[in-house]
């Protein structure tokens, strides 16, 4: 793989739920391509497809017909234990619920990644201070979840995200549950993280948000309605 090959390509992904005698045509067919270095934000009405695309890419599901490559690799027929691995090495998640364990603290929780993946505890931790300290967090380490801010919470969240050099960063309504004043610090952020070359690819419904990425797929009934780069 090499810098002009694409860290993510969808060819012809078809994912179909059924529902007694009924067929739910989630997706219907979307192909696309998403390079080193890009920052997508995906878009659309409720019910278009992008929590179904945002779980495929994110390894959490799989397609019912058509490829998935992440990082060239096929992974669309992996099994759950190996797909369990390329969650945690090869992907990123950000979620608009923080997602954190509220028994565990601030570092403890940004380290969760590299446990699974059975990196010794020192390096886990010094990592993991590293990044707390990165994203502000650095007088926090000790901190449960329930002793942040909603904004604080999600600086955790990113810096789990970070934690494991993923090549692609996933973000569900990363502001969801913000206020304006966290949403927009944790948006720069994200500029950041896009600006030092990092991949992301966002799901999000407002329009405003979407403005901070580069290119901007919108899907409708399963399908690409436009790709636009800026």
Same mark, same amino acid.
């Not at 329930?146 to 810096?159: D, M």
């Not at 999000?204 to 797929?217: E, N």
């Given at each position: ?28 067919? *979307? ?12 878009? @659309?009405? /409720?019910?278009? @497809? ?15 017909? @058509? ?24 992907? @990123?998640?950000?979620?608009? /619920? ?29 990592? /993991? ?94 399908? *690409? ?6």
């Amino acid at each position: 793989m090499t810098a002009a090959d694409p860290i993510v390509r969808l060819e012809e992904v078809r994912r179909t739920y059924r529902m007694g005698d009924t067929e739910l045509h989630a997706l219907a067919g *979307v192909s696309l391509d998403f390079f080193p270095g890009e920052y997508i934000a995906i878009m @659309g009405p /409720s019910g278009c @497809g992008k929590s179904t695309l945002l779980n495929l890419l994110g390894c959490l599901d799989q397609p019912s017909s @058509g490829r998935y490559l992440l990082g060239g690799e096929d992974v669309s027929l992996l099994e759950d234990d190996a797909l369990s691995q390329i969650r945690g090495a090869r992907l @990123g998640f950000i979620f608009q /619920s923080y997602n954190l364990i509220q028994q565990l603290t601030v570092v403890e929780n940004i380290e969760v990644p590299l446990f699974y993946q059975g990196v010794p505890e020192h390096k886990c931790r010094e990592a /993991s201070i590293q990044l707390a300290e990165k994203v502000g967090l650095g007088q926090r380490l000790y901190h449960r979840p329930n002793e942040l801010s909603g904004g604080q919470q999600q600086r955790v969240g990113i810096a789990r995200a970070l934690v494991n050099d993923p090549l692609v960063i996933l973000a569900d309504e990363p502001t969801g549950n913000l206020d304006s004043h966290s949403g927009t610090e944790i948006l720069r952020m994200m500029d950041d993280l896009h600006a030092q070359g990092k991949t992301i690819i966002m799901v999000t419904h407002d329009p405003a948000i979407g403005k901070h990425a580069q290119r901007l797929v919108r899907l409708r009934d399963g399908v *690409v309605e436009s790709d636009e780069r800026r």
